[in-house]
């Protein structure tokens, strides 16, 4: 059966497309795109009306922890794609940070293989140590054999600038790219928010804006010497910016990320004591904020991901100090982006890059596109639409996230991957 998408404002920035179209898909891949598309009388087609939507290449985030194995009470592969189809993301790549940790070829396959029954694609980040201890390399070509997409510690940097370099090396010798979490944990050991006037006010153990930024200024620096490409996770402040800025004029080959609740909040939002404004590396100041935006502006910073982190009640409903790092994000990271291009810092076309060609870029990943031929991933947005959300509505296990009882504009109605609706928005 085919599914034909009527009337769409289809928008593939890397194809440099941007009209109404309708879009063809049958078996699983794109066939025609054009006007007033004619399928035959004889063909059996499912149609969609898609007036006044967008319809983009199917969203990539790539950064999310799905918690299987080990953890499916937070979260499980399935629970966590659900997610991101409601989201409106036809793939995400989830870091290595399970128990056990994915450190190896048989791990890596088993993501892969519980991945077979979800409804979005999942792209498996292996560790880059063993353990995530920073000492020990693991076995990359056999990581990138199984199915590892990136190589991560992600959650934890390597301490030992050595083996680092060590790790770039060798990663390198396989071409695969190498996703750095920055924190010196010497500096920021036992903080839980930032280092400025709030937490100065509230008494909580602190993380100074440096210990990301010594290790983001390091690893680019590895990255120049040994000439293989580092993607700098989750920036957080105006110093990281400044730096990576800086290294891609001089032609470095890094690339950043950052995620929408270091764009949207400050650490202003902690003083209500609210675990879920809890993460790593903690909400900063107005202008890392504003340093933010920019950095999404002007390209310094490339993607857009959740870092979506789900954590049970076990893990937040306790005091601030004891609670865990980190929120959910997968359902809340589209409209929030969506708050940018109605702001003037992105333009939609960027907006839509950020998930789409530029993760795919650093990943390798061989994404869908708005072409004939192309796989049919496909996202189809109403930018208007106004939404409440609901603890009881969410599709993830778990509902850590400061952004319960938000008013939203913009949503994913429906998401399409592989030619067949994941996920569809019952009003």
């Not at 189809?85 to 396959?109: E, I, L, Y």
């Not at 054999?145 to 060590?166: C, E, K, T, W, Y």
């Not at 778990?398 to 994941?422: D, K």
Request: charged letters at 20%; one cysteine or more.
């Amino acid at each position: 059966m085919g599914l034909l998408i009527r009337n769409a404002r289809a928008l593939d920035p890397s194809e440099g497309l941007d009209e109404t179209l309708d879009i063809f898909i049958q078996d699983g891949r794109i066939r025609a795109l054009g006007r007033d598309i004619e399928t035959g009388s004889g063909d059996a087609c499912e149609v969609i009306d898609a007036t006044g939507l967008i319809a983009a290449p199917g969203l990539i985030d790539m950064h999310t922890h799905l918690r299987e194995p080990g953890q499916e009470y937070k979260e499980t592969i399935a629970s966590g794609a659900r997610a991101a189809a409601a989201g409106g993301f036809t793939a995400v790549a989830c870091m290595a940070n399970t128990k056990p940790v994915n450190d190896n070829a048989s791990t890596t396959r088993y993501i892969i293989e519980r991945a077979r029954e979800a409804c979005v694609r999942v792209l498996p980040v292996a560790a880059l140590t063993v353990g995530l201890q920073g000492t020990a390399l693991t076995e990359m070509g056999d990581l990138k054999a199984a199915g590892a997409v990136a190589l991560s510690d992600d959650g934890r940097s390597i301490a030992d600038a050595q083996v680092m370099r060590l790790a770039l090396e060798y990663a390198r010798s396989f071409e695969i790219p190498v996703l750095c979490h920055c924190e010196d944990a010497s500096l920021s050991v036992g903080g839980v928010m930032h280092e400025g006037t709030v937490s100065a006010v509230l008494g909580l153990r602190a993380i100074a804006p440096t210990a990301e930024e010594l290790i983001v200024q390091r690893d680019i620096a590895l990255a120049e010497w040994t000439g293989h490409c580092v993607h700098i996770q989750h920036v957080s402040t105006a110093g990281s910016v400044r730096i990576i800025r800086d290294a891609k004029a001089r032609g470095v080959r890094v690339t950043a990320e950052t995620a929408p609740h270091y764009f949207t909040l400050t650490d202003e939002a902690v003083r209500g004591f609210d675990t879920n404004t809890k993460m790593n590396p903690p909400l900063r100041g107005a202008p890392d904020v504003a340093a933010i935006k920019q950095g999404l502006s002007d390209g310094t910073i490339d993607v857009i991901a959740s870092d979506h982190a789900p954590h049970s009640s076990l893990e937040k409903d306790v005091e601030f100090d004891y609670a865990a790092f980190g929120i959910i994000g997968l359902e809340t990271m589209l409209p929030l982006t969506l708050a940018l291009v109605r702001e003037g810092v992105l333009t939609l076309p960027q907006a839509i890059e950020k998930f789409t060609c530029n993760p795919a870029a650093v990943l390798g990943y061989e994404r869908a596109r708005l072409k004939a031929g192309s796989a049919a991933d496909i996202t189809l947005i109403d930018p208007g639409m106004l939404w409440t959300l609901d603890r009881a509505r969410l599709h993830s296990l778990s509902s850590n996230t400061p952004f319960l009882g938000h008013t939203f504009t913009g949503r994913a109605l429906y998401t399409i991957v592989g030619g067949s609706v994941v996920h569809k928005h019952q009003v």
